[in-house]
């Protein structure tokens, strides 16, 4: 019954902003966009700012549901074998392309389960070290890494989390293997850099941002092409001489198999003017990201996207021959 | 004096009319959901978040708290009235509560149980405004290797939860642990025990086990012997505590107010401890041990207080690192962003109305939960009159729902089933649920640092005692053992944990 009460005070909350509600055609009742992760974190804040402002253009609410576990491939696998009919959509990041073959046994068939509505936004990452690590810029943590390779610590936030991927990856460039610590989450490997437990994490800027600029943590780089408006003196990776480190965790949205072209392309016309809100530009500036372009906010964008990433992580998680089942 | 301004400035923002209506929304909210078995906080809050919107960022947080905070006062009525308890801390609560209630004094355990947690909220709310930053610090000192030690601690006491055979409780903790295997291995991504199914990749749902062991097999127990239940309703005496409760209750809150509000400063999951090692402490110093677990009120005061105390002081790491000390606080800073503030260790300087207006609505909430609670009392003990064939189903249609909330997920609600029909043949073979779900919860969590603990030492176990305080802990684990064990001490256990 609460259940029901909240949802109908939802409704009515999100009913009196959006105004009008006489769409034509689809969508003609609310639309639930599965988030495969848990409420609060990174990726369910992207979607549901999303969300919030796709509403008030399509003028039917869009409920944000968290199905997570599995790495996000329980909820994937639930909007694989949902409906077709545009009402089921899936918001997933980078982990849509690296559970491929991060997972040998998947429920669905990551290239051809799903249709495309668009690229929402690519999260930059930064590399971070606990406040009173030596090195003081990017060189001289390769260097001194290399040095101290036994000694070193590289948190992550478990197995096909982004930073897990990202901390791969650094390895990977600099060709030297470290002593990896797995989190379960965010939080606690956080916690861990900010007690000075454990060393290094590469970690999406959602989560760092507010501890580099606060002095409890020390950042060494970001990932993007451009220097943040957010962190502006952070170098880049390229700029610091690992230009291979370039890497986002890009979001995108997703429906089944089968949805219509004309509402995958609605949504994607939707996506594209939400992605211009001030209101999200600003918030996403905040977590230093940007929302896509509208050549990305594509169905066509988002599927080359997914290709090549799928392409790109495979041989890096098969050289480290971890998998998550 | 800087925190005379502040704290000022925290009534003044947390006393606004519409501030105190969201106070008021939330707590009322959240004892609604505790009440309600099986739904639980984190449901309730991610279902509220789309709400949140649309209101000022600090009438949102403080709303969100007082749902927290107030799903703990409620979450302890379903534990006392019908054993089902929504979540680790409560499953405390249960053992002695419910027993209470069963002796016609179900109104005594609920006002209790809401006088401790008042008096454990408001100590706990002057912690976290004096002392919170250099709190924080101290928790930062805690890493894998301390938390390895303290769940060690942890484990150890854990036989004093048994009433009945030693033997069957240690027994229960293991199955505990072994339940808690269950899952993908965090370290290296393999699946364990999963028997194939994609759902248990995670793990067992704590609230599906909790509601199965406890209220389903309890529902089951009392459907074969309606007797039972007709005794507790018959016997109903007075609603408030006696003048003897008053003088038991008293040390144990005080008690179950310090432990819970150390623990709770722990990010790495201190506060989990906290109900079950207050009731540790008071069983073990308490002069008639042997009532415990057939209706103690000191086993009521101090885990209710502690866990009220733990609940209240989780809110430090969020407060001044910005990090989540458990999923609720995941929630709130999911909410803080969705409303432009990135919470970091930097929230107090840069937002100091929100930060001390939180602080200030804690108080304030816990006021409102204590007058709210107390005349609800009445009400809540004349559930217990309602026929049981009308009760039950409801009981079962309400968890089924809360379960379902938790993940969305069908499985859970099987779970739930599985589990209701071994917590009954548990029941038959006189073992308890209790130490069962503290092997559960702790197992993880000590797999976890040991296995952490050890890769950071690369292999070299005097990690655990290079570091003080870890060997501070290691020292006390050992001493409650050698108190278990000592032979004149041994005497008096066996008195005690005879078979009933």
């Given at each position: 019954?609460?259940?029901?009460?909240?949802?109908?005070?939802?409704?009515?909350?999100?009913?009196?902003?959006?105004?009008?509600?006489?769409?034509?055609?689809?969508?003609?009742?609310?639309?639930?966009?599965?988030?495969?992760?848990?409420?609060?974190?990174?990726?369910?804040?992207?979607?549901?700012?999303?969300?919030?402002?796709?509403?008030?253009?399509?003028?039917?609410?869009?409920?944000?549901?968290?199905?997570?576990?599995?790495?996000?491939?329980?909820?994937?696998?639930?909007?694989?074998?949902?409906?077709?009919?545009?009402?089921?959509?899936?918001?997933?990041?980078?982990?849509?392309?690296?559970?491929?073959?991060?997972?040998?046994?998947?429920?669905?068939?990551?290239?051809?389960?799903?249709?495309?509505?668009?690229?929402?936004?690519?999260?930059?990452?930064?590399?971070?070290?606990?406040?009173?690590?030596?090195?003081?810029?990017?060189?001289?943590?390769?260097?001194?890494?290399?040095?101290?390779?036994?000694?070193?610590?590289?948190?992550?936030?478990?197995?096909?989390?982004?930073?897990?991927?990202?901390?791969?990856?650094?390895?990977?460039?600099?060709?030297?293997?470290?002593?990896?610590?797995?989190?379960?989450?965010?939080g606690p490997a956080m916690t861990d850099?900010l007690g000075?437990?454990?060393?290094?994490?590469?970690?999406?800027?959602?989560?760092?941002?507010?501890?580099?600029?606060?002095?409890?943590?020390?950042?060494?780089?970001?990932?993007?092409?451009?220097?943040?408006?957010?962190?502006?003196?952070?170098?880049?990776?390229?700029?610091?001489?690992?230009?291979?480190?370039?890497?986002?965790?890009?979001?995108?949205?997703?429906?089944?198999?089968?949805?219509?072209?004309?509402?995958?392309?609605?949504?994607?016309?939707?996506?594209?003017?939400?992605?211009?809100?001030?209101?999200?530009?600003?918030?996403?500036?905040?977590?230093?990201?940007?929302?896509?372009?509208?050549?990305?906010?594509?169905?066509?964008?988002?599927?080359?996207?997914?290709?090549?990433?799928?392409?790109?992580?495979?041989?890096?998680?098969?050289?480290?021959?971890?998998?998550?089942? | 004096?800087?925190?005379?301004?502040?704290?000022?400035?925290?009534?003044?923002?947390?006393?606004?009319?519409?501030?105190?209506?969201?106070?008021?929304?939330?707590?009322?909210?959240?004892?609604?959901?505790?009440?309600?078995?099986?739904?639980?906080?984190?449901?309730?809050?991610?279902?509220?978040?789309?709400?949140?919107?649309?209101?000022?960022?600090?009438?949102?947080?403080?709303?969100?708290?007082?749902?927290?905070?107030?799903?703990?006062?409620?979450?302890?009525?379903?534990?006392?009235?019908?054993?089902?308890?929504?979540?680790?801390?409560?499953?405390?609560?249960?053992?002695?509560?419910?027993?209470?209630?069963?002796?016609?004094?179900?109104?005594?355990?609920?006002?209790?149980?809401?006088?401790?947690?008042?008096?454990?909220?408001?100590?706990?709310?002057?912690?976290?405004?004096?002392?919170?930053?250099?709190l924080t610090?101290?928790a930062l000192?805690f890493?894998?290797?301390?938390y390895?030690?303290?769940?060690?601690?942890?484990?150890?006491?854990?036989?004093?939860?048994?009433?009945?055979?030693?033997?069957?409780?240690?027994?229960?903790?293991?199955?505990?642990?072994?339940?808690?295997?269950?899952?993908?291995?965090?370290?290296?991504?393999?699946?364990?025990?999963?028997?194939?199914?994609?759902?248990?990749?995670?793990?067992?749902?704590?609230?599906?086990?909790?509601?199965?062991?406890?209220?389903?097999?309890?529902?089951?127990?009392?459907?074969?012997?309606?007797?039972?239940?007709?005794?507790?309703?018959?016997?109903?005496?007075?609603?408030?505590?006696?003048?003897?409760?008053?003088?038991?209750?008293?040390?144990?809150?005080?008690?179950?107010?310090?432990?819970?509000?150390?623990l709770g400063i722990l990010p790495g999951g201190g506060a989990?401890?906290?109900?079950?090692?207050?009731?540790?402490?008071?069983?073990?110093?308490?002069?008639?041990?042997?009532?415990?677990?057939?209706?103690?009120?000191?086993?009521?005061?101090?885990?209710?207080?502690?866990?009220?105390?733990?609940?209240?002081t989780s809110f430090i790491p969020m407060?001044t690192l910005g990090i989540p000390a458990n999923?609720?606080m995941a929630?709130?800073?999911?909410?803080?962003?969705?409303?432009?503030?990135?919470?970091?260790?930097?929230?107090?300087?840069?937002?100091?109305?929100?930060?001390?207006?939180?602080?200030?609505?804690?108080?304030?909430?816990?006021?409102?939960?204590?007058?709210?609670?107390?005349?609800?009392?009445?009400?809540?003990?004349?559930?217990?009159?309602?026929?049981?064939?009308?009760?039950?189903?409801?009981?079962?249609?309400?968890?089924?729902?809360?379960?379902?909330?938790?993940?969305?997920?069908?499985?859970?609600?099987?779970?739930?089933?599985?589990?209701?029909?071994?917590?009954?043949?548990?029941?038959?073979?006189?073992?308890?649920?209790?130490?069962?779900?503290?092997?559960?919860?702790?197992?993880?969590?000590?797999?976890?640092?040991?296995?952490?603990?050890?890769?950071?030492?690369?292999?070299?176990?005097?990690?655990?005692?290079?570091?003080?305080?870890?060997?501070?802990?290691?020292?006390?684990?050992?001493?409650?053992?050698?108190?278990?064990?000592?032979?004149?001490?041994?005497?008096?256990?066996?008195?005690?944990?005879?078979?009933?």
């Amino acid at each position: 019954m609460l259940k029901l009460f909240t949802s109908l005070a939802a409704t009515a909350a999100i009913a009196l902003i959006s105004g009008s509600a006489f769409a034509q055609g689809y969508p003609e009742r609310s639309i639930t966009m599965v988030v495969p992760f848990a409420a609060g974190g990174p990726t369910d804040t992207v979607t549901r700012l999303v969300a919030e402002s796709m509403s008030k253009d399509l003028g039917q609410q869009i409920i944000v549901e968290n199905v997570g576990g599995a790495g996000g491939t329980l909820g994937a696998s639930q909007v694989a074998k949902a409906d077709p009919d545009g009402y089921t959509l899936l918001l997933h990041h980078i982990g849509m392309a690296t559970s491929a073959t991060l997972y040998r046994k998947l429920p669905y068939d990551t290239l051809n389960a799903f249709e495309y509505v668009g690229l929402v936004t690519d999260v930059p990452m930064t590399i971070v070290a606990k406040k009173d690590f030596e090195p003081t810029d990017l060189k001289g943590l390769v260097e001194y890494v290399k040095a101290n390779a036994d000694k070193i610590t590289l948190a992550n936030a478990g197995i096909g989390a982004a930073s897990h991927l990202c901390g791969m990856l650094f390895m990977s460039e600099i060709k030297t293997p470290l002593t990896t610590v797995p989190y379960k989450g965010t939080g606690p490997a956080m916690t861990d850099l900010l007690g000075g437990q454990v060393d290094l994490m590469c970690d999406q800027t959602t989560n760092t941002t507010k501890q580099i600029k606060g002095g409890t943590i020390k950042a060494y780089g970001v990932t993007s092409a451009k220097r943040l408006d957010a962190l502006p003196d952070v170098p880049t990776v390229a700029e610091a001489g690992l230009p291979g480190m370039q890497v986002g965790i890009w979001h995108g949205i997703y429906a089944p198999k089968g949805t219509p072209a004309e509402v995958t392309q609605k949504l994607s016309g939707s996506l594209q003017k939400a992605l211009k809100d001030p209101d999200i530009i600003a918030r996403f500036a905040e977590l230093g990201t940007v929302p896509s372009t509208d050549a990305e906010a594509t169905p066509a964008g988002l599927k080359s996207k997914l290709e090549s990433e799928v392409t790109r992580w495979k041989p890096v998680i098969e050289a480290a021959g971890q998998y998550a089942d | 004096m800087d925190l005379l301004n502040n704290l000022v400035l925290g009534f003044a923002t947390a006393a606004s009319p519409y501030n105190l209506l969201f106070c008021f929304i939330g707590v009322i909210l959240g004892t609604l959901i505790g009440v309600l078995p099986g739904i639980g906080a984190t449901a309730t809050i991610a279902m509220l978040l789309p709400i949140t919107f649309q209101l000022e960022p600090v009438s949102s947080l403080i709303m969100l708290a007082g749902i927290y905070y107030g799903a703990q006062y409620g979450g302890s009525t379903t534990a006392i009235l019908i054993n089902m308890p929504g979540e680790s801390s409560s499953a405390v609560t249960a053992i002695d509560g419910y027993q209470m209630a069963r002796k016609g004094r179900a109104g005594a355990a609920l006002s209790i149980a809401a006088i401790g947690s008042f008096f454990a909220g408001t100590v706990s709310t002057i912690l976290v405004a004096v002392f919170a930053p250099p709190l924080t610090a101290v928790a930062l000192r805690f890493g894998s290797p301390e938390y390895f030690s303290l769940m060690i601690v942890g484990l150890v006491s854990s036989v004093a939860l048994a009433h009945g055979s030693v033997v069957k409780a240690l027994g229960m903790v293991v199955l505990g642990l072994l339940l808690g295997l269950v899952g993908t291995d965090i370290y290296t991504g393999t699946p364990r025990f999963n028997l194939g199914i994609l759902e248990l990749s995670d793990g067992l749902n704590f609230v599906a086990l909790a509601v199965g062991v406890f209220g389903i097999a309890e529902i089951l127990r009392n459907l074969e012997n309606e007797h039972d239940r007709d005794v507790m309703i018959k016997k109903v005496t007075n609603l408030w505590p006696t003048r003897q409760d008053w003088k038991e209750m008293t040390a144990p809150i005080l008690r179950g107010t310090v432990i819970g509000s150390a623990l709770g400063i722990l990010p790495g999951g201190g506060a989990i401890l906290a109900s079950f090692a207050s009731y540790t402490v008071e069983k073990r110093i308490s002069n008639t041990p042997g009532e415990f677990g057939k209706g103690a009120v000191a086993g009521v005061a101090g885990p209710e207080s502690a866990n009220n105390a733990g609940a209240q002081t989780s809110f430090i790491p969020m407060l001044t690192l910005g990090i989540p000390a458990n999923p609720v606080m995941a929630l709130m800073i999911g909410a803080m962003i969705i409303q432009g503030i990135v919470p970091g260790p930097n929230v107090a300087t840069e937002q100091p109305a929100l930060f001390w207006g939180i602080i200030a609505s804690m108080w304030i909430g816990n006021l409102m939960l204590i007058l709210l609670n107390l005349p609800l009392i009445g009400l809540w003990v004349k559930l217990l009159t309602i026929p049981y064939y009308m009760l039950f189903p409801a009981i079962i249609a309400f968890c089924s729902i809360g379960v379902y909330s938790v993940n969305s997920n069908v499985f859970d609600l099987y779970a739930v089933a599985f589990f209701g029909l071994i917590g009954y043949g548990l029941a038959k073979l006189r073992c308890e649920p209790a130490p069962l779900l503290l092997g559960f919860v702790l197992g993880p969590l000590l797999e976890e640092h040991l296995r952490r603990a050890m890769i950071m030492s690369r292999g070299d176990p005097m990690t655990f005692l290079n570091r003080p305080i870890s060997l501070g802990l290691l020292l006390l684990a050992a001493a409650v053992l050698v108190v278990v064990l000592l032979p004149s001490i041994r005497k008096k256990r066996d008195e005690v944990f005879v078979e009933d």
